[in-house]
């Protein structure tokens, strides 16, 4: 019994600390404008190149958002064919120009390398004077070691060495009160019974 309610509670600690999403982060490894910090013309499209095979987590991109406005239809082309498209949702903003936020889609897309364009319905696209539009692109940071898990090794891995020792402790305990109570009943019997023949016996 004390087994099966250390397991329930490992695995109930378990899937409190487990987060629903996978607990490797998200880390940048493109942006289009070289992570540009300038003021910004606005565009509907961008074009850019990737030069490696990307597994992507989050596509990104920087965007002059209308009162009210909280999505953003999207659509990307390789190398001249429709690859993607998806509506973008408005994020973290700008501290200072709140009209300023990310469009983010959690995309999870394997994107080949090569020469992409982005089109979107309005010219609000913040565009790198002299460069394209603002596109950045994520990927799951797998360097990132979960922090729950010293937890969860604290929680389970006691248990093949704590837990079968507590039933051969109870049944110890339990095997010596009865060999005590035992003895001690056969020995009083057994000095009845000794009384009762020597009174019958005539020595």
Known sequence: MRRITLSFLALFFLLILLPGKSLAADKMVFD????????????????????????VTVFEI?????????????????????????EATRTSCDPYQGQWCNADFQINKLFPKGTYSTKIPNARQCLKPGGTGAVRIYIADTSVSPSISPAISEVISPTPTIIPNVPVVTQCAKCSCNSIVTVGVTAVFSFVVFILIRKKLPF
Do not use: R
């Not at 404008?33 to 597994?55: A, F, I, P, R, V």
């Not at 965007?63 to 953003?72: A, I, P, R, S």
């Open 32 to 55: 289009s404008t070289n992570n540009y910090l300038g003021s910004c013309q606005l565009t509907d499209k961008s074009e850019w190149t990737l030069s490696e095979d990307l597994n």
């Open 62 to 86: 920087w965007y002059n958002w209308n009162q009210g406005e909280t999505k953003l239809p999207v659509i990307i082309t390789k190398d001249g064919v429709e690859f993607a498209s998806f």
